[in-house]
């Protein structure tokens, strides 16, 4: 009996141990590696290429967000987009941000790749865990597409042969009015005229 209750001590021991860890591995997974020296990365060289590279598609000043992914919080460049987060702290490779600046798949920002300095400034500061003291932003927002109304723009149309016109004043092309034996009304009235048409004066030419 002594055995039985000890060894189950001992599991619930170990139990709430492994508990503890994960809980304690999670904080420190989400926790904000932020020294003074990350922080002064971060502000001399990774902000100033969000702004002039990322933040006119990134960004809530953008007329469209692309992919509805914003970079200008902590909290929405580590949520990302629908494929998952822009950054992974402590591993740059795996990152969806580093890959796309890469051009590897995605290509980030489209005007042009990025120069090579910049791109491994961006690897040191997500290896260093991307300290960020950006606060606010909701992260990605899905958009939405009304595919039915897509399909009705033009260039999904059927071509379509337009019908073929007809003559002002013709009908099936016989003037209206005019019957079998009878000349059409225009041409009589022109005949018409030319008969009571003024005789020219004999000094003109």
Not at 73 to 94: F, Q, T, V, W, Y
Not at 121 to 136: L, Q, S, T
Request: glycine share 10%; hydrophobic share 35%; proline share 9%.
């Amino acid at each position: 009996m002594i055995g039985d209750e000890t060894g189950r001590i001992r599991v619930i021991c170990i139990t709430r141990l492994a508990a503890a860890a994960l809980i304690l591995a999670w904080a420190a997974q989400g926790q904000d590696k932020s020294s003074p020296e990350g922080l002064e990365f971060f502000e001399q060289k990774i902000r100033p290429a969000l702004a002039k590279n990322c933040y006119a598609c990134h960004s809530s000043a953008s007329k469209v967000m692309m992919a509805g992914l914003s970079l200008e919080s902590r909290e929405s460049i580590r949520r990302g987009c629908a494929n998952g987060p822009a950054i992974l702290p402590g591993k740059p490779d795996e990152s969806l941000l580093v890959k796309a600046i890469r051009h590897e798949g995605r290509q980030m920002p489209p005007a042009g790749k990025l120069p090579d300095s910049m791109i491994a400034d961006f690897e040191k500061w997500i290896a260093m865990g991307a300290p960020d003291p950006r606060e606010g932003g909701s992260g990605w927002v899905e958009t939405k597409i009304d595919i039915e109304k897509g399909r009705q723009y033009w260039a999904f149309q059927a071509p379509k042969t337009p019908a073929k016109p007809i003559a002002a004043g013709s009908f099936g092309g016989q003037t209206p009015g005019a019957g079998p034996g009878r000349r059409p009304r225009h041409l009589a009235a022109a005949r018409h005229l030319r008969s009571h048409r003024p005789a020219a004066h004999p000094g003109s030419d």
